[in-house]
């Protein structure tokens, strides 16, 4: 499930794209399928353990381009072991949330990226994230959870105030916003409840399907309940290092 869109991000094959705080690595899978040269990071080993060897599984059945590469990287995103300007293009999709000093995240982002380079920044929405907040403290109120939610114009404010250029955004994922609003209803663990389990399966049929029904539907109202918010930024040509 991509929240990106990678044609607007203006990605290429040859190029260097960081996806930052990758997880489980969806959209670094999807930017090596594109042809680029990828870097997966995040501080967590086992998830980058995983996405390692899907990496190694995407070349053996010959779904990447000749020439693209990819690998992981661990390490902390608040000191990128990177050089100045070194990638093309960053995604940075549901990290910044959870990073309480996400002013000197956004400095090292731009820090890496080069001058030119694109960078799309991705986070739970205000609204559908706030419903979240009211319905239950245990969704966000818990180790390495959400400490803040942002609005439209504070995201954007502080990616400019870093070094960063407004292009345009979306939102994403209307159709999971229910899904979230029912798990802080039932308790947000509780994924064994027979209307979560049911809500969770018709996801995971739309995931795979994309039937068009249902497609439609989303498109419509993503305006309204998309949970992600995706802003496209670029790094000025003549900047220098942001921060």
Not at 97 to 105: I, N, Q, S, W
Not at 139 to 161: C, F, N, Q, T
Not at 178 to 205: E, M, S
């Given at each position: 499930?991509?929240?990106?869109?990678?044609?607007?991000?203006?990605?290429?094959?040859?190029?260097?794209?960081?996806?930052?705080?990758?997880?489980?690595?969806?959209?670094?899978?999807?930017?090596?399928?594109?042809?680029?040269?990828?870097?997966?990071?995040?501080?967590?080993?086992?998830?980058?353990?995983?996405?390692?060897?899907m990496f190694a599984a995407m070349r053996q059945a010959g779904?990447?381009?000749?020439?693209?590469?990819?690998?992981?990287?661990?390490?902390?995103?608040?000191?990128?072991?990177?050089?100045?300007?070194?990638?093309?293009?960053?995604?940075?999709?549901?990290?910044?949330?959870?990073v309480p000093a996400d002013l000197a995240l956004l400095a090292?982002?731009?820090?890496?990226?080069?001058?030119?380079?694109?960078?799309?920044?991705?986070?739970?929405?205000?609204?559908?994230?706030?419903?979240?907040?009211?319905?239950?403290?245990?969704?966000?109120?818990?180790?390495?959870?959400?400490?803040?939610?942002?609005?439209?114009?504070?995201?954007?404010?502080?990616?400019?105030?870093?070094?960063?250029?407004?292009?345009?955004?979306?939102?994403a994922h209307a159709l999971h916003a229910p899904y979230w609003?029912?798990?802080?209803?039932?308790?947000?663990?509780?994924?064994?409840?027979?209307?979560?389990?049911?809500?969770?399966?018709?996801?995971?049929?739309?995931?795979?399907?994309?039937?068009?029904?249902?497609?439609?539907?989303?498109?419509?109202?993503?305006?309204?309940?998309?949970?992600?918010?995706?802003?496209?930024?670029?790094?000025?040509?003549?900047?220098?290092?942001?921060?």
């Amino acid at each position: 499930m991509l929240t990106v869109d990678f044609d607007r991000l203006g990605l290429q094959p040859g190029e260097r794209a960081l996806d930052l705080g990758c997880g489980a690595g969806r959209h670094a899978f999807e930017m090596y399928r594109r042809g680029a040269d990828v870097i997966a990071f995040d501080q967590d080993p086992d998830e980058l353990s995983g996405v390692r060897e899907m990496f190694a599984a995407m070349r053996q059945a010959g779904e990447v381009p000749v020439g693209a590469e990819a690998d992981v990287k661990e390490g902390d995103a608040l000191a990128l072991p990177f050089a100045d300007g070194e990638f093309d293009r960053i995604v940075a999709a549901e990290i910044l949330e959870h990073v309480p000093a996400d002013l000197a995240l956004l400095a090292e982002l731009v820090r890496v990226l080069r001058p030119g380079g694109t960078v799309a920044l991705t986070v739970p929405r205000w609204f559908p994230e706030l419903v979240c907040w009211k319905l239950s403290r245990e969704y966000h109120d818990v180790p390495g959870g959400h400490i803040r939610i942002y609005s439209d114009a504070e995201l954007v404010s502080k990616a400019e105030g870093a070094g960063l250029v407004y292009d345009g955004r979306h939102y994403a994922h209307a159709l999971h916003a229910p899904y979230w609003w029912l798990k802080c209803v039932v308790g947000v663990n509780d994924d064994d409840h027979r209307l979560v389990a049911a809500y969770h399966r018709l996801l995971v049929w739309d995931i795979m399907r994309r039937p068009r029904l249902t497609r439609w539907t989303e498109r419509a109202l993503d305006p309204v309940l998309g949970k992600s918010l995706v802003v496209y930024l670029h790094k000025p040509e003549a900047a220098g290092r942001a921060g």
